[in-house]
């Protein structure tokens, strides 16, 4: 199990904005959507974009490269040609701390 990572603080990260940070090795996404935090792996799983720099519709990730869809809250597919979820990292906050865990092979 790996440890929690503080990779932002709360006051870097405004309502709709998403930021690419480091947590082991691997690039993850977090998103502040109205005030609630998650961390997403930073590739879609269609075929390897980068998440984070799509376009935020609500909580909602747009693909740029071929336009699926997902749910930042829960990773899940909303629309195609993606089928397979994003991965949600475990994240809590912390005295306005953001922390994230690799809990990928827990
Ligand atoms: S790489 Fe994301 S939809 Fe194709």
């Not at 790996?2 to 998103?31: I, Q």
């Not at 949600?88 to 690799?102: G, P, W």
Request: net charge negative; with cysteine.
């Amino acid at each position: 199990m790996s440890d929690w990572l503080n990779v932002a603080s709360t006051d870097e990260l405004k309502p709709g904005e998403v930021k690419v940070v480091d947590v082991d090795g691997t690039d993850v996404a977090l998103f502040n959507i109205a005030d609630e935090y998650f961390a997403v792996e930073d590739v879609c799983t269609h075929d390897g974009a980068e998440i984070a720099s799509g376009c935020i519709h609500g909580d909602v990730i747009e693909c740029p490269r071929h336009g699926a869809r997902f749910s930042i809250r829960t990773g899940e597919v909303t629309a195609p040609p993606a089928y397979e979820p994003l991965h949600l990292f475990a994240l809590e906050v912390r005295a306005e701390q953001i922390f994230v865990r690799d809990d990928r092979w827990d």
